[in-house]
């Protein structure tokens, strides 16, 4: 291996290394990975639909499989990652629009406050309704 592929394999380690990283870099993180499993369960989602083209008995198979308490615990990771991209979304947006600056690691705790109740309260109906 050359000297510049080893500085560029060290680099990449080092990017991936979140040791002792602060919370702008996790939550720069996480929002690429609620990002990639959203884009995940959109797929998913569409080949659910495909469902309803096999008949009316693959659909209520899957529909008796949704309402399983696996499902809605995916349900409620599903909302998590809704929540966490959107209004991490917010901040980033403001926060790119000049807004805020000086204060982004507040809104970032405020969002995430407001993150935590929201998810409770749908948590919460998920699994009474």
């Known amino acids: 291996m050359t000297e510049h592929e080893e ?12 040791a002792g990283r602060k919370a702008g870099t996790w939550a720069f ?10 884009l995940l369960y959109l797929l998913l989602h569409l080949g ?3 469902l309803l083209a096999m008949g009316e008995m693959q659909w209520d198979a ?3 499989l949704a ?3 696996l499902f809605l615990v995916l349900d409620v990771v599903l909302i998590f990652g809704i929540l966490y991209h959107g ?7 403001l926060v790119g629009m000049g807004i805020g600056v000086r204060w982004q690691k507040g809104i970032f705790w405020t969002l995430m406050g407001l993150g935590v109740l ?5 948590g919460w109906l998920v699994f009474t309704m």
């Open 7 to 18: 500085r560029r394999v060290r680099k990449t380690l080092a990017w991936l290394d979140m």
């Open 118 to 122: 929201l998810l409770a309260i749908t």
């Open 29 to 38: 993180l996480l929002n690429r990975l609620t990002g990639l499993g959203l």
């Open 48 to 50: 659910v639909l495909s």
């Open 62 to 64: 899957f529909i008796a």
């Open 87 to 93: 209004l991490n979304g917010i901040r980033v947006a």
């Open 67 to 69: 309402r399983s308490p």
